[in-house]
């Protein structure tokens, strides 16, 4: 299950996004103002002005040039050549061979529904081995704050869940669990992943991995101020034939 895909890796450099900040593999000696310009570039290949740009990523900013042109200036000196170039309209974008691995997750499963299951699991599998942890999990607050980070993860959780699914669907167990795991890695608190490991540990027969599995989702809502949905109790009582409620869960009143 930990092996590879034999996909091609893309050519240039590739930033990944999904986990901590890195460049080819490596996380990258960058300020946070550098970062935060290689994150948004990379994710909007059409660039933007500077005057945007600024405002996009130091919202409370007084305007400074020199914040900007030292933010890039670094950018570029991470890489073995210029990576940040200025379009002949004013925007500032980088060069075509700087990709992300959030971009090429997208790019692997577009069209995904109109493939046979057997080529939806390669895909789905091939764009899970990119996910390192929560995306933009540092060098992007503008992520944060504007949504993007959120769907990413959101993207993630939906792949991991199609894998596992479709793994269990042909008892492979081993791999569902796999695709749970790495969901979870971009969204440790996802309800649907819990649910999901719980029918993992269904399908192998393991009792008390069903148990623990509702167990921690509950302490996670817990710790966020609430209670694990009704949909989550509801796998979990069907999983267990309505025969016990797992230790620590609320009142019934």
Not at 123 to 135: K, S
Not at 152 to 164: C, I, K, Y
Request: aromatic share 4%; glycine share 8%.
């Amino acid at each position: 299950v930990d092996a590879a895909p034999d996909d091609d890796p893309p050519a240039g450099h590739v930033v990944g996004l999904l986990g901590a900040l890195t460049i080819d593999g490596r996380r990258p000696e960058l300020d946070d103002d550098a970062a935060e310009a290689l994150t948004y570039l990379v994710v909007h290949r059409t660039g933007a002005d500077p005057a945007t740009l600024r405002r996009i990523l130091w919202p409370r900013d007084d305007g400074d040039d020199m914040r900007l042109s030292l933010a890039l200036e670094a950018v570029d000196q991470t890489f073995e050549s210029p990576v940040v170039v200025s379009t002949d309209d004013g925007r500032v974008e980088l060069v075509d061979d700087v990709a992300s691995d959030l971009g090429r997750c997208q790019r692997s499963v577009q069209g995904l529904d109109h493939l046979p299951p057997s080529e939806q699991a390669r895909r789905l599998y091939t764009a899970l081995h990119l996910v390192r942890g929560e995306p933009f999990a540092d060098g992007a607050a503008w992520a944060h704050a504007d949504g993007t980070a959120l769907e990413a993860a959101t993207l993630v959780v939906d792949l991991a869940h199609r894998l596992a699914m479709h793994a269990l669907t042909i008892g492979d167990a081993d791999r569902a669990a796999w695709a749970v795991d790495r969901g979870l890695r971009a969204a440790p608190t996802s309800e649907l992943l819990y649910r999901d490991r719980m029918r993992v540990a269904d399908a192998r027969g393991d009792v008390a991995a069903v148990d623990a599995a509702m167990r921690e989702a509950q302490r996670l809502a817990e710790a966020d101020g609430g209670w694990v949905s009704a949909e989550t109790e509801q796998c979990y009582l069907t999983l267990r034939g309505h025969e016990v409620t797992p230790e620590g869960d609320r009142d019934a009143s």
